[in-house]
C-alpha cells in the first residue's frame, strides 16, 4: 500500500505501525516508551504525528497505516507538544546534571525543553538503593515509561520489574517491594540496556565517564557468539554496552557478557605461556615440589603437553586422562576437542564448563 509521510510517498506493509515506516525510511521521530524490541504501550506520548482526518495529533508507535495516509512528523504544533510533554516529565526527574548523554536527556536539549518555573525538584528515592552488585538504581531520574518492566519479562523472562501504587504514587519496583535478587534477578542488564534516563546504570562504571572510543567486538564467554560493544577510555574497558545491530543477540546479553570484563585488565591474567622448570630440564619431580614457573614459547609449551600426555596414555591407557575444555572456546572448536579426546587419546573422558 502507499502511504505518504512529509510529502513524500512511501510503500507500507499490511500491519506496519508508522513508527516501523519511520525508522526504515529514517524518518525521525522522538520516542520514549517505545523500544523496537519491546510491546508497545504508548504511554509517553511524545512520538505524536499530525494524521490528515484526525482531530488531535497520534501516537506514531500506536497508528496501524491505512492505504492513502498522509502524514505529517514536523511542525510548529508537535514540536510545541513535544517540548511540552518532555517539561512535564522533567518535573519529576531529579538530576542537576541536565547534560548527560541518555536518550531522554538527548530529546530535552533538542526540543530546549526545561523545567517549568517554580517546579521544585525533590529526591524522593535513595540513590543507589539496591544492594545488586552490577545494577545501579535511582528512580529520582524514572519517568515511568515502564521499558525496564517489559525488558525483563520479554527479553529475559525473569519479570523481576513491576509497576506499584498507582495514579501519582505509582513506581517501579522489584517483586513485592523486595531486592532485585530476591525478585530473582540474574543481572543481566537488560534494564539497564533499555532505560533511556539512567535510572538503572551499571554500578561498575558509573563514575566512568564518557569513553574515548567504542569497539564492537564478539563475547568470549561462550560459544553463542553474541556481539557487544566495548567503551574504552585510556585503553581500559570501563563498560560494555549493547549493540542493537547484533544479528545473534541484539540488546540481550548476560551477566558474564556485560559485566565479566575486568579479567582483561587483571594483574593476574596471563599473556605467555608458563612451564615448571623441572619439565625444561627433562628432570623428574622429586618430594612434591614442582618447582618455579618459567616463560615459554608456545613451540615449547605444546611440545611438552604433547609429550606427557603420550607418555601417560602410552604407560597407563587413554582412560587414566582426563580432557577439560572451555565454553569460551568456539562450538567447532569443542567438537575438535572431543574428537581429539575419543580418537588421538583413546577416552570418553571429556567434560566442558558451558555452565552460567
Not at 505501525?17 to 517505545?34: D, G, K, S, V
Not at 497520534?58 to 517540548?83: F, N, P
Not at 565454553?327 to 575419543?342: G, S
Request: hydrophobic content about 35%; glycine content about 8%.
Amino acid at each position: 500500500m502507499l502511504i505518504t509521510i512529509n510529502n513524500q510517498s512511501i510503500e507500507a506493509r499490511e500491519g506496519q505501525t508508522l513508527i516501523e515506516i519511520a525508522r526504515e525510511q529514517h524518518i525521525t521521530i522522538p520516542t520514549l516508551c517505545y523500544h523496537k524490541d519491546l510491546s508497545t504501550v504508548g504511554s509517553c506520548r511524545l512520538c505524536v504525528v499530525e494524521v490528515e482526518g484526525a482531530k488531535t495529533p497520534q501516537a506514531a508507535c500506536g497508528v496501524i497505516v491505512r492505504e492513502g495516509m498522509k502524514v505529517r512528523t514536523e511542525s510548529d504544533e508537535l514540536t510545541r507538544a513535544r517540548k511540552t510533554i518532555l517539561e512535564l516529565l522533567l518535573t519529576n526527574y531529579s538530576d542537576n546534571d541536565l547534560q548527560g548523554d541518555t536518550e531522554f536527556l538527548r530529546w530535552v536539549k533538542l526540543y530546549g525543553a526545561t523545567r517549568p518555573e517554580g517546579s521544585i525538584t525533590r529526591v524522593e528515592h535513595k540513590v543507589n538503593s539496591d544492594p545488586n552488585p552490577f545494577v545501579w538504581v535511582d528512580f529520582n531520574k524514572c519517568i515511568l515509561c515502564t521499558r525496564c518492566v517489559r525488558a525483563c519479562a520479554e527479553v529475559q523472562g525473569r519479570f523481576v520489574w513491576r509497576t506499584s501504587e498507582r495514579g501519582a504514587s505509582t513506581q517501579i519496583a522489584a517483586g513485592l517491594g523486595t531486592t532485585m535478587l530476591e525478585a530473582r534477578c540474574e543481572s543481566c542488564g537488560a534494564c539497564v540496556a533499555y532505560c533511556p534516563t539512567g535510572a538503572l546504570d551499571n554500578k561498575m562504571s558509573i563514575e566512568a565517564g564518557k569513553p574515548d572510543k567504542v569497539v564492537t567486538t564478539t563475547c568470549t564467554y561462550c560459544g553463542v557468539g553474541c556481539q557487544l560493544d566495548l567503551n574504552i577510555k585510556d585503553n581500559k574497558i570501563i563498560r560494555v554496552t549493547s549493540n542493537p545491530n547484533a544479528p545473534v543477540n541484539g540488546m540481550h546479553l548476560c551477566v558474564k557478557g556485560r559485566y565479566g570484563y575486568d579479567f582483561v585488565h587483571h594483574s593476574d591474567r596471563l599473556t605467555k605461556p608458563l612451564v615448571r622448570e623441572y619439565l625444561l630440564q627433562g628432570k623428574q619431580r622429586k618430594d612434591g615440589n614442582r618447582g618455579k614457573w618459567v616463560e615459554v614459547s608456545w613451540d615449547v609449551a605444546l611440545d611438552i603437553t604433547a609429550r606427557k600426555l603420550r607418555e601417560a596414555r602410552d604407560q597407563f591407557g587413554g582412560d587414566s586422562i582426563g580432557v577439560l575444555s572451555s565454553a569460551k572456546c568456539l562450538n567447532e572448536e569443542n567438537y575438535l576437542m572431543q574428537k581429539f579426546a575419543r580418537q588421538v587419546i583413546g577416552t570418553n573422558n571429556i567434560d566442558h564448563c558451558a555452565r552460567l
